[in-house]
């Protein structure tokens, strides 16, 4: 089964900035609504981050991160890009990327049973 792969983590100081990417692997073709992060930090539940659809135009993001965090795509690369701004401890979490393949994206993007192919995660940790 296709996993995406995450990749872009780290330690970063608060206030800091990070840019995360999840790609499927080499030579593999992935098509879906939507790719959407979410995360989970140790003891709490999965938390939708940001997804952005096929085509770009459809953008939603978590309360927690709108206006610091952004979502974009290279098609060119197939890649999903999380860029991450203004960090806070409370971003402190592993973040992962999955596969949107129900519709429309509108009802189900912050519904991770709706996702497939998650990757491994990424560490993302941020120190006061």
């Known amino acids: 089964q296709v996993q995406l792969v995450e990749s872009g983590g780290g330690l970063v100081q608060a206030g800091g900035s990070l840019r995360l990417s999840c790609t499927p692997p080499?030579?593999?073709?992935?098509?879906?609504?939507?790719r959407g992060w979410f995360r989970q930090a140790p003891g709490k539940e999965r938390e939708f981050v940001a997804t952005?659809?096929?085509?770009?135009?459809?953008?939603y993001y978590g309360d927690s991160v709108k206006g610091r965090f952004t979502v974009s795509r290279d098609d060119a690369k197939n890649t999903v890009y999380l860029q991450m701004s203004s960090l806070k401890p409370e971003d402190t979490a592993v973040y992962y990327c999955?596969?949107?393949?129900?519709?429309?994206?509108?009802?189900?993007?912050?519904?991770?049973?709706?996702?497939?192919?998650w990757g491994q995660g990424t560490q993302v940790t941020v120190s006061s």
């Open positions: 999955a596969g949107l393949f129900k519709g429309p994206v509108s009802d189900y993007y912050r519904d991770f049973l709706a996702y497939k192919h």
């Open positions: 080499a030579v593999q073709t992935f098509s879906a609504y939507a």
């Open positions: 952005i659809n096929w085509s770009g135009v459809e953008i």
